[in-house]
């Protein structure tokens, strides 16, 4: 568990990676392993694959990867990590690691869309029922969880139309029926929701996003205090061969000592920038928790400790699809592009009908990443480009 005594800008700037004796420094070493070497057979057969004090194989990790894998479980509040090759791998480990025909998996309606689409999957072709719920549902999830049902998804809050679930009714409910929560956690980056307080159960989150900052690796993390849950979740990434690059693990480690200083600023120009976006005539309503339009905003108040650079914004239903998208190709210092996190301002449209079982919004939804330049200058590149709306 986590250091209490410590705040989290200590812990990320905190490594226990031990260097050779006689080469200490701060970075830790990139290990390149696919073969393990051993001394003799006898340390072959007595060495274990789940042992992170040694290793066995370079699939199962490496000094490298053990180093990273500790310091999430600190950063998160949990005991145990195992990485993956991206967040939606993540994810499918979850999955596969706790459900077998005949099981139930709930899953919010507002989730990341391959999430859904994965549980669509199970459903389809491996015997499992996947069922959405209302993400507001609260402890009315009580009534919907089934004898059967093995694992129950959230999302805080659903990172395109961002309503903030009771993530602790939820849990309380779940926990009533023995039932595992697991929790995608990348848009407050394990700095602003401390999930494992709230009684979260599993932990995901893509590091692709806040951990790496720099647009540039693809990976995953999944975070439990539980040693039996992370037992069965180690089983998957053992038998699906979760590996991930010592490279991209190096370059994860390189970003966390600025993760929070980063997502701050991230976090304080996108309140800049939608507070701007309020006031403006164009926008029906800002899907940023930290504002009263956003369902679930007093939730976010009474759970959350920060907000990060993701939110999004409903037009007002008079401008048609076409409109929005010229307004999103007339940014200039904002790129269209998926994913976020990273160090430049994005803008991206989506088609809510087509992604939700239910949807009542009748305006165009756009979702803005928020860099790290500077918020006025993301404001007048807003301000120029609405001028095509006309
Ligand atoms: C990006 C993202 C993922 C998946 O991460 P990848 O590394 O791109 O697979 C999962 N959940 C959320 C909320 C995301 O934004």
């Given at each position: 568990m986590a250091d209490d005594s410590k705040s989290l800008q200590t812990l990320l700037t905190t490594t226990d990676y031990r260097p050779p004796e006689g080469f200490a420094a701060f970075p830790t070493a990139i290990h390149h392993a696919s073969t393990v070497l051993f001394r003799n057979v006898a340390a072959l057969r007595a060495r274990h694959w789940q042992d992170k004090?040694?290793?066995?194989?370079?699939l199962h990790?490496?000094?490298?990867?053990f180093t990273l894998e500790a310091r999430l479980a600190e950063i998160e509040g949990g005991r145990h990590c195992l990485l993956a090759p991206s967040g939606l791998a993540a994810i499918a480990m979850i999955d596969l690691a706790l459900l077998a025909a005949g099981d139930d998996l709930m899953v919010p309606d507002n989730v990341y869309n391959p999430n859904r689409e994965l549980a669509n999957w199970l459903q389809k072709d491996f015997g499992i029922t996947a069922r959405f719920y209302d993400p507001l549902v609260g402890e009315g999830i009580a009534e919907l969880i089934r004898p059967n049902t093995k694992l129950i998804w959230t999302e805080a809050p659903g990172s395109v139309s961002m309503e903030v679930p009771d993530i602790p009714?939820?849990?309380?409910?779940?926990?009533?029926?023995?039932?595992?929560?697991?929790?995608?956690?990348?848009?407050?980056?394990?700095?602003?929701?401390?999930?494992?307080?709230?009684?979260?159960?599993?932990?995901?989150?893509a590091l692709t996003k806040y951990h790496s900052g720099g647009s540039d690796v693809l990976m995953g993390a999944v975070i439990t205090a539980d040693q039996a849950l992370h037992r069965r979740i180690e089983m998957a990434?053992?038998?699906?061969?979760?590996?991930?690059?010592?490279?991209?693990?190096?370059?994860?480690?390189?970003?966390?000592?600025?993760?929070?200083l980063r997502f701050d600023a991230h976090d304080a120009a996108?309140?800049?920038?939608?507070?701007?976006?309020?006031?403006?005539?164009?926008?029906a309503k800002v899907l940023h928790p930290a504002f009263d339009d956003c369902p679930?905003?007093?939730?976010?108040?009474?759970?959350?400790?920060?907000?990060?650079?993701?939110?999004?914004?409903?037009?007002h239903p008079q401008y048609a699809e076409e409109q929005t998208d010229s307004f999103i190709d007339s940014l200039k210092l904002f790129k269209i592009g998926y994913s976020w996190g990273g160090a430049n301002s994005l803008a991206v449209p989506y088609r809510m009908a087509s992604m939700r079982s239910r949807w009542d919004e009748a305006g165009q939804l756009v979702r803005l990443n928020i860099g790290l330049e500077d918020p006025d200058d993301l404001i007048a590149d807003i301000a120029q480009a609405l001028h095509s709306l006309a």
């Open positions: 004090t040694s290793y066995t194989y370079g990790g490496t000094p490298t990867t009714a939820i849990c309380r409910a779940a926990k009533a029926r023995g039932v595992p929560v697991a929790l995608d956690n990348t848009w407050a980056a394990g700095l602003a929701f401390r999930a494992f307080d709230h009684g979260v159960d599993i932990v995901m989150q990434h053992m038998r699906l061969g979760m590996g991930v690059s010592a490279d991209d693990t190096y370059l994860v480690l390189r970003g966390l000592p600025t993760m929070k996108a309140r800049k920038v939608a507070a701007w976006l309020k006031a403006r005539p164009e926008i679930g905003h007093a939730i976010w108040r009474r759970d959350f400790t920060g907000a990060g650079g993701l939110f999004s914004v409903l037009f």
